[in-house]
C-alpha cells in the first residue's frame, strides 16, 4: 500500500487528528489553525484544507469494507448545499434504525438523479436490497423507482412508501452535515464539496456506530479504528 503520508512535512498523527477533528466537529480550517497553535505546532489552515481534500476521500474508502449490514428498510430524502454560490442537492439515505445508507451530490433534482442514487446504493456489498423505501411526494421518485424494478434492480415486491412522517429520521440525520457545512460557508467547486462530503458522512457513519468493533460512544475505539486504517497506533 503507498504511503499516503510521504513527502509531508508534519507526523502523520498530526496530520489525522486534524482531519478526524474537522470531520466530526463543527470547526473552520482557522479554528483548527488556533487550536494547533495552543499546541505548540505552526500549522496554516491552507495546509489542513489540503490535508482534508487528501484524506477525507481515503477515510471514506478504506472504511467501507468494515460497514455494518443495514436493513431493508430505506428512507431517503434531499438536502441543500452550497457549491460556487449556487444550491445542489445532497441525496441521502438511511434505514430504519437511522444507518446511513449512501449519499450523492448531483446539480439537478431529477429522475435521472435519483435513479443514479439508487444505483449507487444497491451496489454498496452491506446494503441490503430494500423491501420499503420511504420519500417524500417528490414526482422523481416514481419514475426511478419504477425504472429500477424493470431493469430488475429493485425487487418487483419493493414498495415506494410517499410519507412525510416515516422520513423524520432522514431529516434528523441532515443536522450533522448542514452543521458541518456552515462554519465553511459552502464550498468553492464541485471536487471540493464532494471530497469533504465524502469525509463528513463517513465520520458520521463511525460516529453512529456502523463500524465493526467501534460501537456508538466508543470514540476510542472509533479513534483507534481510523489509525489502524492508516497502519497507525491512536
Known amino acids: 500500500m503507498d504511503n499516503p503520508f510521504k513527502w509531508r512535512h508534519y507526523k502523520p498523527t498530526i496530520i489525522l487528528t486534524c482531519v478526524r477533528w474537522y470531520l466530526r466537529y463543527a470547526l473552520s480550517y482557522r479554528d483548527l489553525e488556533e487550536m494547533m497553535s495552543e ?69 439537478t433534482r431529477s429522475t435521472r438523479a435519483a435513479k443514479r442514487f439508487f444505483r449507487k446504493v444497491l451496489g454498496r456489498p452491506n446494503i441490503t436490497p430494500p423491501r420499503v423505501i420511504n420519500v417524500d411526494k417528490n414526482g422523481c421518485y416514481i419514475g426511478a423507482v419504477r425504472d429500477l424494478r424493470k431493469d430488475g434492480l429493485l425487487p418487483e415486491t419493493c414498495k415506494r412508501r ?52 467501534a460501537d456508538k460512544g466508543k470514540i476510542k475505539a472509533q479513534n483507534q479504528f481510523i489509525a489502524e486504517l492508516f497502519g497507525l497506533v491512536a
Open 162 to 213: 410517499p410519507s412525510k412522517y416515516m422520513n423524520n429520521i432522514v431529516e434528523q440525520d441532515h443536522r450533522f452535515i448542514k452543521r458541518k457545512v456552515s462554519p465553511g460557508l459552502g464550498f468553492g467547486s464541485y471536487p471540493t464539496a464532494w471530497r469533504t462530503i465524502q469525509g463528513y458522512e463517513m465520520m458520521n457513519m463511525i460516529r453512529k456506530g456502523q463500524i465493526e468493533g
Open 39 to 107: 499546541r505548540g505546532l505552526s500549522v496554516d489552515h491552507t495546509t489542513i484544507f489540503r490535508w482534508v481534500q487528501k484524506f477525507a476521500p481515503e477515510i471514506d474508502k478504506r472504511s467501507r469494507p468494515y460497514l455494518k449490514q443495514t436493513n431493508d428498510s430505506w428512507r431517503v430524502d434531499e438536502t441543500y448545499v452550497k457549491v460556487r454560490g449556487k444550491w445542489m442537492y445532497l441525496y441521502r439515505a438511511v434505514d430504519s434504525t437511522g444507518q446511513t445508507l449512501d449519499f450523492l451530490l448531483n446539480e
